[in-house]
């Protein structure tokens, strides 16, 4: 009898039983046999450096967002016979929940992208590490729009409430906010470009397409 020419997969083409088809989370390939040596793709470099940028450019953003504060001394007139007084005033992050939210997801997208580049190489990692850099894209365009919003806010105000603009007066506080946030959005993109090339490398490399 002919053996049948049906072999797994939907298109003739299956992993084998040890799995030597199969690509790492970053697009690495696996070892072709128990005791062989792995061999690493292109893609698996870039996602690597993708990785490591995002760990370092939300790691700056946080820092910087974190260390943001600025004193200036505002003129308070009590009365017209009076000479003007000078009162110190402090702007902080942590007096807005917008950039106490952008300093608490930035640093947790840095923890988890270290502790990603760590776990990648696990084939029981796959599933949970791609959920994780999903959490990760949500948490940071999130908080990147909260803290613009609130930024463009004390830019120019809003004169339908009565809101007047903060920045005029703490000029050096929103640049380094304003550079928290661009830092903090090619991250975001980063991680983006990163999450797109690993669902590729994975409809590629899989036995199903």
Known sequence: M??????????????????????????????????????R??????????????????????VVMGVDRQTRNIQITL???LPPLQVPVTAKWSYSSAFVYFVVANAIVCVFSAAALAACRRRGAVVPVMVGDLLALALLFSAVGAAAEFGILGERGNSHVRWAKVCNVYGAFCERAMAAVIVSLIAAFANLVMLMLTILAIHKSSSYY
């Open 2 to 39: 002919e053996a049948s020419r049906v072999k797994p997969g939907f298109n003739g083409v299956g992993a084998g039983l040890d799995g030597s088809s199969r690509r790492g989370y970053m697009g690495g390939v696996g070892a072709a046999a128990a005791g062989g040596s792995g061999r």
């Open 41 to 62: 793709s292109p893609v698996d470099a870039c996602g690597v450096s993708l990785r490591v940028f995002v760990l370092a450019a939300t790691l700056v953003a946080a």
């Open 79 to 81: 009365a017209d016979t």
